[in-house]
């Protein structure tokens, strides 16, 4: 008797709660919008990058494919204001741009300050920088041996 109440005990709780045959609704949408966006390739975030840095009056917009000389990204945008406020609010149009997508930054720094963004999506870093700061830091001279993406090779240009 005390086997047969054991046996009836362990098939009743040992079911798998989250199993996809007891509910198959389970099948989350989640799983697959994530797999989507694990899929976007790093240059069509890229090219949402620098849309929305465009479509924000952005100055300079450069897209740098460094995924040959750095290891930690394939992609940097770099991008000028000429102000603190319109630095803060390029910034904040990219990520918004990035959010739609259900994307997020790993990483944020500067925003308070203005003068230099920079925002981490992995695969593509953005740095928003306040015109005089930008000529000081001079990234592009650092990164010379980066090739350049020209904006309209993303689809971006004066007749979107």
Same mark, same amino acid.
């Not at 054991?6 to 709660?17: D, E, G, N, Q």
């Not at 603190?84 to 990483?107: C, E, M, W, Y």
């Given at each position: ?6 046996a ?8 798998k709660?989250?199993?996809?045959? &007891? ?24 090219? &949402? ?22 290891g +930690?990204?394939d +992609? ?14 390029l910034?904040?149009? &990219? ?7 259900r ?9 308070e ?18 015109e005089?700061?930008?000529?000081? +830091? ?17 689809? &971006?240009?004066?007749k979107?």
């Amino acid at each position: 008797m005390k086997k047969r109440v054991a046996a009836a005990y362990h098939s009743l709780f040992s079911v798998k709660i989250h199993s996809p045959d &007891i509910f198959p609704e389970q099948k989350t949408p989640m799983r697959s919008i994530k797999k989507e966006l694990r899929g976007l390739p790093a240059r069509d975030l890229a090219a &949402i990058v620098a849309r929305a840095a465009w479509e924000k009056k952005g100055i300079g917009i450069m897209v740098l494919d460094v995924a040959a000389i750095a290891g +930690y990204a394939d +992609y940097f945008v770099i991008v000028s204001g000429r102000s603190t406020r319109q630095v803060q609010g390029l910034a904040r149009a &990219i990520d918004d741009a990035v959010g739609s997508r259900r994307l997020s930054a790993a990483k944020v720094e500067g925003l308070e300050e203005g003068h230099w963004v920079l925002l981490d999506y992995n695969d593509v870093v953005v740095h928003v920088f306040y015109e005089e700061t930008r000529a000081l +830091y001079d990234l592009e001279g650092l990164w010379h041996d980066a090739g350049r993406v020209a904006l309209a090779d993303l689809g &971006i240009g004066e007749k979107q």
